[in-house]
């Protein structure tokens, strides 16, 4: 894959999907500035996204600030829990909205998820604007199908002491 520094870029984080395939496959938190720095690279940061839920307890608000300070908008959504006690909280066509709207001015859109749902958009991105598309992922949670539409997928799961935060707790894995 050739990578210029030219390249104008646009990132957008399911913070939910990173969140739960790491705690599920590590028992670990991600380091999402890594993931930032790393997958622009050199080329030029236009705009990078990251999309979360809040809860009625609000815990998640120091860590929405620490995406902030690491050069993340920060997009959130309250948590829908309905009547039988059901929790619902997905950003999946908010981010693709936004997808199609940056791939208009950038050259790449990073999109750091492995929801096999997003395939349509990565199609759809690549035959209409001529955009590359990117994924970041862990592969062990990530579609293949998505792997595979993508331009270029780069495994978390080969470079976790880049991508994870040390868990003291656990040791390292």
Do not use: H
């Not at 590590?26 to 996204?49: C, H, M, P, Q, T």
């Not at 920060?74 to 908010?94: R, S």
Request: glycine share 8%.
């Amino acid at each position: 894959m050739s990578i210029y520094k030219e390249q104008r870029v646009g990132v957008l984080v399911d913070i939910q999907n990173l969140y739960y395939s790491a705690k599920v496959l590590y028992g670990r938190k991600v380091n999402f500035g890594a993931i930032l720095k790393e997958s622009v690279g050199d080329r030029k940061l236009i705009r990078a996204i990251a999309y979360g839920i809040k809860t009625m307890e609000g815990l998640e608000k120091n860590f929405f600030e620490a995406l902030e300070k690491v050069g993340y908008d920060v997009k959130t959504k309250d948590l829908q829990i309905f009547p039988g006690g059901a929790k619902k909280g997905d950003w999946d066509v908010g981010i693709a909205m936004d997808a199609v709207k940056l791939s208009q001015s950038v050259d790449v859109i990073i999109l750091v998820s492995g929801d096999g749902d997003y395939i349509p958009l990565v199609e759809y991105i690549q035959n209409t604007t001529g955009c590359r598309v990117e994924v970041v992922a862990f592969a062990e949670s990530a579609s293949a199908k998505l792997m595979e539409a993508v331009d270029s997928f780069t495994n978390m799961s080969e470079n976790k002491r880049k991508f994870l935060i040390a868990n003291m707790s656990r040791g390292r894995k």
